[in-house]
């Protein structure tokens, strides 16, 4: 066994807010003693943004407004070089979460075209006959809770023929009437989704209803933005074909890390939205949109 490195935090759900302070202690672990050349510990926090592809070729200005956006870069030095002796070494740190100016430390979030992640960072610089020994941990930032509740903001919804947009044959189109309502779309992120549905009726059968949780992301600057929107979680609420009249109820729990708070700056903003999907039985595929403002208490 060579030498391991491993960074431990105090905090078992590793959530901190900004001007925190992360405690913990890096443990060096070796059956022979350890000669070293420092042992450092950096704290990174960054905004990666990336295209898709259908958005390499748009905009030429692309290229400069998705360099990763650095929120915070600090680096301590925990022990000058020497010798650590065989067997375990734990070294306690305390390192503040603070950003320099005006900065914002984002909340943590693992998108598919923007990703906004936090990291300690731990160095073990060795003579060159050893390699140098590295060692990152995530810890998950979480932006500063809302002074007030957000104002509920309730949708009843009916769905019919009618109701329906980008529909190339309306006349094709059984007939059906689907109504419903969700409690909020002012929705606080800790809290499930909630509302319910009802088919009143439907000429075709009811194959299935799903809810899905999609996530809206832009990256992009003056000359142009790309918007790309994708799936982050589908729940299927019935299956089969329901009976009519019956309350079906809607309940959806925000995923951690694929969810924040929706997030809007300059170059890049963060949305989210819940689809209604109904797919009657002759392949008939009937969405309704509703887009969703995620916030924290």
Do not use: W
Not at 6 to 13: E, H, M, P, V
Not at 43 to 48: A, H, L, Q, R
Not at 248 to 274: A, G, H, Q, S
């Amino acid at each position: 066994m060579g030498t391991a490195l491993d960074i431990k935090l105090k905090r078992a759900n590793k959530v901190y807010h900004c001007g925190e302070v992360l405690t913990g202690v890096v443990v060096v672990t070796s059956k022979d003693s350890v000669q070293h050349q420092g042992i450092s510990l950096t704290m990174e926090g960054s905004v990666n943004m990336q295209l898709s592809a259908k958005s390499v070729g748009m905009f030429e200005a692309f290229y400069n407004s998705v360099k990763p956006i650095q929120l915070i870069n600090s680096t301590v030095e925990m022990v000058k070089p020497g010798k650590l002796p065989s067997g375990k070494t734990e070294i306690p740190f305390e390192f503040p979460l603070q950003v320099k100016g005006n900065k914002i430390l984002y909340e943590t979030y693992h998108g598919v075209f923007v990703n906004i992640q936090y990291t300690l960072r731990c160095d073990m610089r060795r003579s060159l006959l050893a390699k140098d020994l590295t060692k990152t941990c995530e810890f998950i930032v979480h932006s500063p809770p809302l002074k007030n509740k957000p104002t509920p903001s309730p949708v009843d919804f009916t769905i019919t023929p009618e109701t329906l947009q980008n529909v190339k044959e309306r006349a094709l189109l059984p007939k059906f009437l689907i109504r419903g309502h969700l409690s909020s779309t002012n929705c606080i992120i800790t809290q499930p989704l909630t509302g319910e549905l009802v088919v009143v009726n439907s000429d075709a059968a009811v194959k299935s209803i799903e809810l899905q949780l999609v996530r809206v992301e832009t990256c992009g600057c003056a000359e142009g933005y790309a918007r790309d929107a994708t799936e982050i979680q589908n729940i299927q609420i019935a299956d089969g074909d329901v009976c009519r009249n019956l309350p079906i109820p809607i309940y959806m729990v925000f995923p951690r890390l694929f969810t924040c708070p929706t997030l809007e700056t300059t170059n890049f903003k963060v949305e989210f939205e819940v689809n209604i999907v109904v797919l009657l039985h002759d392949d008939h595929l009937i969405t309704e949109n509703f887009p969703l403002k995620l916030c924290r208490l």
